[in-house]
């Protein structure tokens, strides 16, 4: 905990100057508010209107929560699958890439046309963001394995299924953790644009309708809601990652053979 | 149980002739060693008993099984440690016959750690070891194993001197405990003399059985023995067989 204070400190500085100098700059320059509301007025509004975007927070926080644990399980998966059968790889690797290819911003009306204004138009589009990043990163982890280690297990006579879950596996959780870490802050990002598609709740909504009425400061409220969202979930996958990967902080001398970055 | 036997085994990867009618016989709770010039396909043949390749010709076979091409039957203790970072030394020592598929023994794990003075590092991860006790852990995980040999691959090469005498008077003792079937492939002939009941002499490529030479020496063995003659004697017996 102490070094979480003593590394945060100098970001938190510049985040302080940096609002400083915005708010007096656009005291100096006499901005209008419509335009580039004042950091003050932005957290005045995050106080009064509590009440106006509460009930949004819900509604994206259960959105985006369902697509993350949803995608990255559909990630998972795919990546075992690809890896353990060849055959799939070959024949879906490339559809993979190309599924990234489309805007999301495109295939969303689309969503909605074959799927209606419900929850599930949304949870695929949150889905189809989260879940490449984690098959990406799981399928490296699986093929960076250690040498030494693989080889060991072959000479005492271990199945494939025995080196997938005992080294395979295993050795790719450091990576998988960080396809987790990017998916957890893209599940936000998905959850609010699919919800400017036509939803009747959420963060996504509640900026909508701001911007639609010049209400710039409750557009830079949706902004920090926004962050302070995706930045919660980066945390809790941080404190996953360091409670699973224990033995990665233990002990000094890397000198196994097994690195990892 | 434990007695393994190459009858006439030959192998070659394309046009690279690697062994050529390798015979040999390691008995039950014996010690042998095998000393060959550097690629002279040693690591073949543990690729050969491990079950990863089949053997052109010649028959492989422990207690009268033919194990050509057949995986699982060996215990085995790679060059370099290879010890699973995410796994304590307690999980790492209990991988072996967790592959094996035969039932943990915690008494006889704690015991075996115990025997390479890791008590109290049971619950260590690999990186908080020294190069020295990473190699006693990967040995005891193949003690661990339920296999009745256990193959080991050149085990200390990359230890410095004086770790590795130590290493190898410890791997005596805990050997005369456990009374397993050893087969060793080294490049040293000090450590082959040193630990063996019986070396074999393998030429350059394509690897034939050049002698079979029978180590006269006591058990238990101590570091004076290095320096005597008879040792010396036939270390240079064995020095100018691998010269030709």
Redesign the interface.
């Known amino acids: 905990m102490k070094s979480a204070v003593n590394k945060g400190w100098r970001p938190l500085l510049v985040f302080i100057l940096l609002l400083v100098i915005w708010e007096s700059a656009a005291r100096l320059f006499d901005v209008p508010g419509w335009l580039l509301p004042l950091p003050t007025q932005i957290a005045k509004e995050a106080f009064t209107g509590y009440s106006l975007y509460a009930s949004h927070i819900m509604s994206t926080l259960t959105l985006s929560a369902t697509g993350y644990v949803v995608g990255i399980t559909v990630g998972i998966v795919v990546a075992i699958l690809l890896f353990r059968v060849p055959f799939l790889q070959q024949a879906f690797y490339p559809l993979l890439i190309v599924s990234q290819n489309i805007p999301i911003i495109v295939l969303a009306p689309l969503l909605v046309i074959w799927f209606g204004f419900g929850m599930l138009p949304k949870v695929i589009v949150i889905v189809l963001v989260c879940f490449f990043p984690v098959t990406i990163a799981a399928l490296d982890g699986f093929r960076q394995t ?1 040498r ?2 693989l ?8 199945s494939n299924r ?1 080196i997938f879950w ?2 395979q596996w ?2 790719s ?1 450091p990576s998988l953790f960080s396809g987790l870490k990017i998916a957890a802050t893209y599940s936000v990002m998905g959850a609010v644009i699919s919800e400017w598609l036509g939803a009747n709740k959420g963060i996504g909504v509640y900026m909508t309708l701001a911007s639609s009425s010049f209400k710039t400061d409750r557009v830079f409220v949706a902004i920090v809601l926004i962050i302070i969202l995706s930045l919660t979930y980066f945390g809790i996958i941080l404190a996953v990652e360091k409670s699973v ?1 224990r ?2 902080s ?9 690195t990892h970055s | 149980m434990g007695q393994l036997t190459l009858e006439n085994v030959s192998k070659s990867y394309g046009s690279n002739h690697v062994l050529q009618e390798i015979s040999l016989s390691v008995k039950e709770g014996e010690f042998v060693s095998i000393v060959g010039p550097s690629g002279s396909g040693k690591s073949t043949i ?2 050969l008993i ?3 390749y089949t053997p052109d010709s010649g028959t492989i076979s422990l207690d009268g099984t033919v194990l050509n091409n057949s ?6 203790m ?11 030394v307690l999980q790492n020592v209990e ?2 016959s ?3 598929g035969s039932k943990q023994d915690r008494a006889k794990t704690i015991e075996l750690i115990k025997s390479a003075g890791l008590s109290g590092y049971e619950n ?8 020295g006790m ?1 190699q006693r852990v990967s040995f005891i995980r193949s003690l661990n ?1 339920p ?1 009745s040999i256990i ?1 080991l691959d050149e085990p200390f090469s990359a230890l410095d001197e004086f770790t590795r005498l130590e290493m190898q008077q410890w791997l005596l003792s805990i050997w005369e405990t456990y009374k397993k079937s050893i087969l060793f492939i080294t490049h040293d002939i000090d450590e082959a003399l040193f630990l063996s009941d019986r070396i074999i002499v393998l030429s350059d490529k394509p690897a034939v059985v050049k002698d079979e030479v029978i180590v006269p020496f006591e058990r238990s063995r101590s570091e004076e023995l290095l320096m005597s003659d008879p040792f010396l004697t036939l270390k240079r017996e064995i020095y100018n067989l691998l010269r030709g």
Do not use: V
């Open positions: 250690d030494d280690m080889y060991y297990l072959k000479m005492i006579g271990a025995q005992k080294l295993p050795h959780l990967l033995w990665r233990k002990g000094g001398n890397e000198s196994n053979g097994a | 543990f690729q491990g079950g990863l995986r699982g039957h060996i215990s085995y790679p060059q370099s440690p290879a010890l699973f970072p995410w796994r304590t991988l072996s967790e592959i094996a260590a991860y690999p990186n908080e070891l020294s190069g990473k194993a296999q193959c």
